[in-house]
């Protein structure tokens, strides 16, 4: 059995930094492509960081791109959400996803593909 457990959210002010871990036990870790993702209340998931297997791949929608950085250590089965700038847009409840890929290189960017989902711990940004 799969767990991913989420760690870090909390309240914040606009401009702050904020950092999301997330760890994987049951299967190895390294198995996994893995991303970060969020949902604001009535608005559809989205993706917000994906990196690859070999941590060497990632990708960030243009909402993030520069602010946010994901990361994983996988001798600590872990991965990272480093979120600076914050904006009150940003609130939402994020997530963790773990999709089990062959490829060392694949960077997952199809919400569809996770197999295995965090409870999600909640973000907020405030003016």
């Known amino acids: 059995q799969v767990q991913v457990v989420e760690s870090g959210g909390g309240l914040v002010q606009a401009g702050d930094s904020l950092r999301l871990s997330c760890v994987v036990s049951?299967?190895?870790?390294?198995?996994?492509?893995m991303g970060w993702f969020r949902q604001a209340p009535g608005k559809e998931r989205e993706l917000v960081a994906a990196?690859?297997?070999?941590?060497?791949?990632?990708y960030y929608p243009d909402s993030v791109k520069g602010r946010f950085t994901i990361s994983r250590d996988n001798a600590k089965n872990t991965v990272h959400l480093q979120m600076n700038s914050l904006k009150p847009e940003d609130t939402a409840v994020y997530s963790c996803?773990?999709?089990?890929?062959?490829?060392?290189?694949?960077?997952?960017?199809?919400?569809?593909?996770?197999?295995?989902w965090g409870q999600g711990t909640q973000v907020t940004v405030s003016l």
């Open positions: 049951g299967r190895p870790f390294t198995r996994y492509a």
């Open positions: 990196i690859s297997r070999s941590n060497t791949r990632t």
């Open positions: 996803a773990a999709d089990e890929v062959p490829s060392f290189l694949q960077v997952t960017s199809t919400i569809t593909d996770y197999d295995y």
